[in-house]
């Protein structure tokens, strides 16, 4: 067993993972975390330099390149028409250095954008992509519960490639993927060692232990009546700006808004969809000003019901416990306590 | 892989005032046609302004053209009431769930509309009086605010002369000097007046969403079973492909799993008045 | 051709001068746009009717409230152009002090006696109000929008979310969550996160967002050290005398 995984698992430093970038970017756009000010953001990379492989999260998650926060889905023109027709961007694209939480969101949305239709926007560009996973070694903060939720540290698929820190600044290197072999081949890596492939199981089974933030959010979605009547809501509610940073930040989120707009001469123009929150007041408005979530409650508790358990996630809960949502609450709620909060109760 | 967010072009044939503010647009298809169910939706796009989610209102069995009875409430029917016969205009779908009419085989039938809750409606009414034998006693409760609010008026006059429906009209409030032959008050007050056994008997219930919410209520007082109401839902449904998340009531998509849901499948949820 | 006047109450001019910096583009708008009355510009009379007035400034003397009541008549749509005329802006400020150690400060004793002003209201104290484009001064994105949607007769699509939603989309760093007063979550967006996206807190010139939680915010800045003297200065700056900031602004 171990010799034949020694066959497609390699060791890499730096300067090979190097060669890994160069050799990608010959055929894709390589897109891996990068520092911004205090953060990082997803960003295209020349080179291994360019990133941080110790990145604790990006602002904005991953799939950002698969379901842009902004796009044209079509051009249209007013006159002798109207005329209109599609307009699908699409470059193949590495996504580089992908926590475990961000790539089972990935899969999420894989899943939920191929639901009764199909997006054609979000698919034309995951189809072509390649993914870059990366194994933390443990919680890259203090915000971070995948383990809780299974969808992390450890990464078990829908990777290409998958990468694990053994030793510092040496990672063991794995294929998922046709694709992603061809491309290691490239790279010329020098083949693990027994100790090498060890010592990724050890950092595997020490990871998951190392969490010190918690959520079970089973049987916690709609229609529970114990939960949608709890008063947390009405507490959390009290202290919640309705900023939309949770959602925004969220790598589940996928609610957009799709709004015409005119260029100036008043006869071509796009049609553009746009994330949404549904945090933000005019989400749930219908036509005369009606409003189903009129209240900063009703909307606080949608969207983190909807994370225990809501719409893309199924029966799964759709929160992968990267911690976004926390830390980018300016008004500190979290949705781990708030859940511990509504444990008591069902 | 087709895309299902870019319209077809339908051409506005015709247009008929129903209301003050509401018109029926008949429209042609054009290089396609519309199969679609009683109570499906469609996106109606008026470029550079937006799309607009509006239900379809023509009879399911005719495929030339279909029909969308639109009250002007928001800049893309604004900007629908502006355009005129001839007028290009953007569609997609139909979307969602229609009504339950052939699970519904057999039963008796009440149909309760309110205001621009006819239109709706007006396919499923069509389709039933077409396949009369199937279903025993058919009835339709139609109440608007006032008699020049009153939708589809002469049709629902002639459907009263034939064809084995009974059908009650009523209007909030009238002008004093106003001719109006039927009911004053509130849609809810017909049912005094029914004779559908509600122990074997479905309703189908479009109106504003608080008439809908008393309108249930005296339902399952009549000793309608929950899950025989049946109500279409109006929320904001941006995408019609149960993506953009903006219908959503609980863990229903309204696009995909509604508009038309049984009242024990919506009574659950929160965010909604019903 | 759609019918504009540019009219100026208490201010400093800077939305007109926005409008200028539309530069190019209002010429693809020469033959949709006429510009019937701006004193910036032209000396154009004033006229029976606009189509549309871009009214700058807030109201803060006894002619003030003639002369906008005299544009409300004038015009079909009245837009409140800017943070001043939309919320009373910078000048009220001055709301919160004694009008007679107002005057003082800024004409001299002397001065003083000649200066008829009043409290500084937004214009929607004295006139219906159409259309709000907060800012100080608006971006240039939502006054095309205003322009292109009155040229068309549409309601503009103007941004009712908070500023965060701007900032997010732009990969910015929460400044609040570090620590810095940023007002962000509860103003309105259409600047394009402007001062976050240059590493400065928001001060508010876009107004309130749909459904603003100031309470909220203001044991936020409590929590990171702002005293409550710091706290007002910072919700009255641009919007104090606007409904959903007045209680906490304590006016």
């Known amino acids: 067993m171990s010799v034949v995984g020694s066959m497609n698992t390699f060791i890499a430093d730096l300067h090979d993972l190097d060669r890994l970038v160069e050799v990608a970017r010959s055929r894709y756009s390589v897109y891996a975390p990068v520092r911004r000010g205090r953060g990082y953001v997803f960003s295209k990379i020349e080179g291994m330099s360019d990133t941080d492989l110790r990145y604790n999260r990006t602002i904005l998650p991953p799939t950002k390149i698969f379901h842009r926060p902004k796009e044209v889905l079509l051009r249209f023109q007013l006159a002798d028409g109207p005329e209109f027709g599609e307009v699908v961007e699409v470059e193949p694209m590495m996504i580089f250095g992908v926590h475990a939480c961000d790539l089972n969101a990935i899969l999420r949305l894989d899943r939920f954008f191929t639901r009764r239709f199909e997006d054609p926007y979000y698919l034309a560009r995951r189809r072509g992509s390649v993914v870059v996973a990366l194994n933390c070694n443990g919680p890259r903060d203090e915000y971070c519960f995948c383990a809780s939720l299974g969808t992390g540290p450890t990464v078990y698929g829908g990777y290409d490639i998958l990468l694990t820190e053994v030793r510092d600044r040496m990672f063991l290197v794995e294929a998922g993927s046709e694709i992603g072999a061809n491309l290691i081949d490239e790279a010329r890596f020098r083949r693990a060692s027994m100790s090498d492939m060890e010592a990724k199981k050890a950092v595997a089974s020490t990871a998951k232990r190392e969490f010190r933030r918690y959520a079970d959010f089973r049987s916690l979605s709609y229609p529970v009546i114990e939960v949608l009547a709890h008063t947390v809501w009405d507490e959390e509610a009290d202290k919640c700006f309705s900023c939309g940073n949770c959602s925004l930040v969220c790598p589940t989120c996928y609610c957009y808004e799709i709004y015409d707009t005119l260029d100036m001469d008043l006869n071509s123009g796009f049609r553009v969809r746009r994330l949404d929150s549904c945090q933000l007041y005019g989400y749930a408005e219908v036509a005369l000003g009606g409003n189903f979530r009129k209240s900063r409650k009703a909307r606080l508790r949608h969207w983190m019901v909807c994370k225990f358990g809501g719409a893309a996630g199924g029966e799964l809960s759709s929160c992968v416990g990267c911690g976004r949502c926390i830390f980018y609450c300016p008004a500190r709620i979290d949705i781990t306590s708030v859940a511990s909060r509504l444990r008591e109760a069902v | ?274 | 051709m759609l019918k504009i006047g540019l009219f100026k109450f208490s201010s400093c001019s800077g939305c007109q001068l926005s409008f200028l910096r539309l530069n190019e583009k209002l010429l693809d708008l020469v033959d949709k746009l006429d510009i019937a009355y701006w004193v910036m510009v032209s000396d154009n009379d004033v006229e029976d009717s606009y189509d549309v007035a871009f009214v700058e400034g807030s109201i803060s003397t006894p002619e003030d409230i003639y002369s906008i009541k005299d544009v409300r008549a004038r015009s079909k749509v009245l837009i409140a152009f800017g943070a001043c005329a939309s919320f009373g802006g910078l000048n009220s400020i001055r709301n919160y002090m004694v009008q007679k150690d107002v005057e003082k400060i800024v004409y001299g004793s002397s001065g003083a006696l000649s200066v008829k002003s009043i409290i500084s209201y937004p214009i929607d104290f004295y006139v219906d109000v159409d259309i709000y484009l907060g800012g100080c001064p608006p971006s240039l994105s939502d006054i095309l929008e205003v322009i292109k949607a009155s040229i068309l007769g549409f309601k503009p699509r103007l941004p009712d979310y908070p500023v965060c939603v701007e900032c997010k989309l732009s990969e910015n760093e929460c400044l609040l969550v570090n620590g810095e007063p940023c007002m962000g979550p509860i103003i309105r967006a259409g600047c394009g996160a402007l001062c976050p996206s240059l590493g400065r807190t928001c001060e508010g010139c876009y107004g309130p967002q749909a459904d603003p939680n100031p309470n909220s915010l203001a044991d936020k800045f409590r929590e990171i050290g702002l005293s409550e003297d710091e706290i007002l200065c910072r919700l009255r700056k641009y919007a104090g005398m606007h409904r959903d900031f007045r209680g906490i602004a304590k006016l």
Request: charged residues 25%; hydrophobic residues 40%; proline residues 6%.
């Open chain 2, 1 to 274: 892989m087709t895309n299902p967010y870019i319209p077809m072009k339908a051409e506005i044939v015709s247009i008929k005032t129903e209301t003050r503010d509401i018109k029926t647009f008949r429209l042609k298809p054009l290089g396609g046609k519309l199969k679609f169910e009683a109570g499906q939706f469609v996106e109606v796009s008026v470029f550079g302004v937006g799309e607009a989610p509006i239900s379809i209102s023509s009879d399911p069995d005719v495929d030339d053209y279909f029909e969308l009875s639109v009250r002007r409430v928001g800049s893309v029917t604004g900007a629908l009431f502006k355009l005129s016969e001839g007028a290009i205009i953007g569609v997609r779908g139909p979307y969602g769930r229609g009504w339950p009419l052939k699970e519904s085989e057999g039963m008796d039938v009440l149909i309760v509309g309110g205001g621009c809750g006819a239109a709706p409606l007006r396919p499923a009414i069509l389709k039933l009086l077409r396949s009369r034998d199937r279903y025993g006693r058919i009835e339709l409760l139609y109440g608007a605010r006032t008699p020049s609010d009153v939708m589809y008026m002469e049709e629902f006059e002639a459907i009263a002369e034939g064809s084995g429906c009974r059908v009650l009209l009523t209007v909030d409030t009238i002008a004093p000097d106003n001719r109006w032959r039927y009911s004053v008050g509130v849609v809810t007050s017909l049912f005094d007046k029914i004779s559908v056994n509600p122990f074997r008997s479905v309703a189908l219930v479009c109106g504003p969403e608080i008439m809908m919410m008393y309108a249930v209520r005296d339902l399952l007082r009549l000793g309608f079973k929950p899950e025989n109401i049946y109500l279409s839902m109006e929320r904001r449904m941006r995408c019609g492909l149960g993506f953009c998340g903006h219908c959503q009531i609980g863990r229903k998509y309204v696009c995909l799993d509604g508009p038309v849901f049984s009242y024990s499948e919506i009574a659950p949820m929160p965010d909604k008045i019903v």
